[in-house]
């Protein structure tokens, strides 16, 4: 029998919102300095004919999600149009149920299709990398699971369990050669208890760019406010946990950066560090070398240093390095290469320990990752994808509803803090860090909560509105 909660898409409006950066980002040989934030909102449609809205957000990273040698613009433009190609896509496939179950069906079945399509009518001369199609599926994906929430009346986390959903994780996931079982098991089983803290401990990201200290700076740092050094952003913030980037193919420079950061964070009360080789490593003696060495030379920092993230390159596949030496000195998380749980099925055979989370792979995959990961005793972080505006709130969430090893990574406000002050306005503990925490507390409704109503922001005309025939009820 149908479920009259099921739901259909009718309607995708596509926004694109430009954002410029206050100081630089680095993402291994690239350099951010704007982003494009994909901003959408999907109507979706009940079998009864009642209709609801929901909103979805994620910066079109193009150094994070597509490194090469192309130049900036028409990889930029090429992940813009992919966008609005899956939007198209969404309204004119009929895919009913859960978003779940339609998030899960549209990557499974319908996403490689378009891929394929796309790359094959491209003239880049270089194929649209997967990770960069799941950014760009990601803003889709988000508001649908929002416009459910919403035509419901209920909060989007109450719905992931047998009561909305029409299959089982069986139906999703498969174990790994142990026996683990999800028959009669549903994302709700691995999330957070009630009640889910609506304070985060916050961690503060220090880019390969980042001043460290009077010495660092240039003269062409902002005067607008802000910190600039990072003993002024642990002040300010009371952080007390930072993840450091690195280069990743100079291990002296890699070396000296984490020491003289863990100098700092030390004497000013951080008490958790990471680390982010960028994704540039090849070999695991580049980064056991770093850790032995600060083993012995810095044990106070050693000791702070919590997890070792992504050191090797994004296509697991085609790098299978065994990372067992790693995560005898230091828990390893996957990031980049955690594609798809299918993925950190490969990584765990290879010895990774932890999953980095991020929702610009969609939230229907990073809820699937994270009870695949838990299932077989991974840990769990949730990353940022330097996410400002409406994108922050469903990344906080996840966090919240995760259990991470430690709180959530949280940059919008150092790299583009003024982008958010519309909605900041609602939620000012969500962008801006106070006692090294953020705080979801004013997050209320259905949906994700985002209050979207009550937030004064001027969006453009949207590039791309898609929609097909239906009966518009719409739930305000």
Known sequence: MPNPADISVVRAEVFFLPVETRVPLKFGHDTLTSVTCARVRVTVEDSAGRSASGWGETPLSVQWSWPSALSYSPRHNALKEFTLMLAESLTSEILRGHPMEIGDDFHQHILPRLI?????????GEDLPQIAALVCASSLDIAVHDAYGNLHGVDIYTTYNRNYMNRDLSQFLEPD??????????????????PVPTRLPAWHLVGGLDPLELSDLTGAEPDDGYPVLLEDWIKADGLTSLKIKLRGNDSAWDYNRIVRVGKIALNHGVVALSSDFNCTVTDPQYVNSILDRL?????DIYAAMLYVEQPFPYDLERNPIDVRSITERKPLFLDESAHDWRFIRLGRSLGWSGVALKTCKTQTGALLSLCWAKAHNMSIMVQDLTNPMLAQIPHCRLAAHAQTIRGVETNAMQFYPDASLPEAAIHPGLYRRHQGCIDLGTLAGSGFGYRVSEIHRDLPQPAGDYRRMSRLNIIE
């Open 295 to 299: 083993r012995i030379e810095q044990p």
């Open 177 to 194: 050669a142990e026996g683990v079982s999800f028959t009669g098991k549903y994302p709700e089983d691995f999330l957070t208890p009630l």
């Open 116 to 124: 394929e399509s796309f790359n094959s009518s491209s003239n880049l």
